[in-house]
């Protein structure tokens, strides 16, 4: 089993920066060695992936975030961080933490970004 705890989120003005933490904990789990995403959910939206990492390096981005958003990874400390600059209301919505292992999809509880002046 794996937990996935968010923070970070908060109120911040259009033009802003956040930097989201997400700490892994599970028996055996690395995020090292596997893919660790950031989706968020707007309201009325549906959840949407916004940036992943594979293999400690690997890393994708939504279109509307690249650029502007950067993902990574501290080993030691099994958490990943999404940084987003250039933050615009739209990127308003509650962050998630996930991970898919041994088949299971897991979540944290989300943290939640406002955007807005």
């Known amino acids: 089993q794996v937990q996935l705890v968010e923070s970070g989120g908060g109120l911040v003005q259009p033009g802003g920066s956040l930097r989201l933490s997400c700490v892994a904990s599970?028996?055996?789990?690395?995020?090292?060695?596997?893919?660790m995403a950031w989706y968020r959910q707007a309201p009325g939206k549906e959840r949407e992936l916004v940036a992943s990492?594979?293999?400690?390096?690997?890393?994708n981005y939504a279109d509307s975030v690249r650029g502007r958003c950067t993902i990574s990874g501290d080993n030691a400390k099994n958490t990943i961080f999404l940084r987003m600059n250039s933050l615009k209301a739209e990127d308003t919505a509650v962050y998630y933490c996930?991970?898919?292992?041994?088949?299971?999809?897991?979540w944290g509880k989300g943290t939640l970004v406002t955007v807005s002046s």
């Open positions: 996930n991970t898919l292992y041994y088949g299971i999809n897991y």
């Open positions: 990492i594979r293999s400690g390096y690997r890393t």
């Open positions: 599970g028996s055996g789990f690395s995020i090292n060695s596997m893919t």
